[in-house]
C-alpha cells in the first residue's frame, strides 16, 4: 500500500476483554514502532521492532501488552484483560530501514475504547 | 532519556513567520533532531529533520544551534492549515514530548 495502514480504525471493547490492533507498514521497510496516545498528550512510545525482532520494548507498560511481526512486516499489537485506562489512540509508524535520518511515517491509528 | 522541552503553545498571525523553539539538551552527538506535527485526529506527519547544519525543505526550516543543544523549527509564512501541534524529537529516542499546539489567526 501507499501507506502505513492500521485496523481497525475504532474498536470497542468492555473491560477484561482481549483485544488486537493491526498494522500494515509501508512495504519493505524493516523498521517499525508502537506507540499510544491519551487524549491531550503526545504519543507514548510502546515498542520498536527492526524485522522480525523487538529491538526495545522498554515502553510496554505492562505484561498485558504484547506485540509480534513473526515475518518482518505486519505486526499485531495484543492487549490482555482490557481496563478502562487502556483507552487511547494505539499509532504505529514505520521506517525504511530505522536509521535515524529516515524519517517516520505514521498510520492513521486505531482508537481504542475500553468500557 | 533524552528530555525535549518545548513551549505548550503558541499563536502566530496567517502569513506571518512562525519560530517554534525546542530545548533538547542531553541528545546525543550522533542523533538527529527530528520534527513532526499532527493535525486533529491524524497520526503524527514528518516535518523535517537534521544533525549540525540548517535545513530547509518544502514545508519548513530547521535552525540547529551550534552546540546542538536547541533548534528552532521555522515556518516562513503560515497559513490556517498550519494550525496543528508540534513536536521534536531527538530520534534515537524515539520518545515524544507534550509538544507545542500553534494557532494561527486569519
Known amino acids: 500500500g501507499a501507506g502505513v495502514s492500521q485496523t481497525p480504525s475504532n474498536k470497542v471493547t468492555e473491560k477484561g476483554k482481549y483485544v488486537e490492533l493491526r498494522c500494515d507498514p509501508i512495504s519493505g521497510h524493516t523498521a517499525l514502532y508502537w506507540y499510544r496516545q491519551s487524549l491531550g498528550q503526545g504519543p507514548e512510545f510502546l515498542i520498536y521492532f527492526q524485522g522480525t525482532g523487538a529491538a526495545d520494548d522498554s515502553g510496554l507498560p505492562n505484561d498485558r501488552f504484547f506485540a509480534v511481526r513473526p515475518e518482518g512486516s505486519v505486526s499485531t499489537l495484543k492487549i490482555q484483560r482490557t481496563e478502562r485506562g487502556d483507552s487511547a489512540v494505539y499509532l504505529c509508524?514505520?521506517?525504511?530501514?530505522?536509521?535515524?535520518?529516515?524519517?517516520?511515517?505514521f498510520g492513521s491509528g486505531t482508537q481504542l475504547s475500553v468500557l | 532519556d533524552a528530555k525535549t522541552t518545548q513551549p505548550n503553545s503558541m499563536e502566530s498571525n496567517e502569513e506571518e513567520p512562525v519560530h517554534l523553539p525546542c530545548n533538547h539538551s542531553?541528545?546525543?552527538?550522533?542523533?538527529?533532531i527530528h520534527w513532526y506535527r499532527q493535525l486533529p485526529s491524524q497520526g503524527p506527519e514528518y516535518v523535517i529533520h537534521g544533525l549540525t547544519s540548517n535545513v530547509n525543505n518544502r514545508m519548513a526550516s530547521l535552525a540547529i544551534a551550534e552546540d546542538r543543544k536547541s533548534s528552532t523549527l521555522i515556518l516562513h509564512r503560515a497559513t490556517l492549515r498550519d494550525a496543528a501541534v508540534y513536536y521534536c524529537l531527538p530520534i534515537l529516542d524515539m520518545r515524544f514530548g507534550a509538544g507545542t499546539r500553534l494557532t494561527v489567526k486569519p
Open positions: 542531553t541528545i546525543s552527538g550522533t542523533d538527529y
Open positions: 509508524a514505520s521506517s525504511q530501514t530505522g536509521a535515524t535520518n529516515e524519517k517516520l511515517f
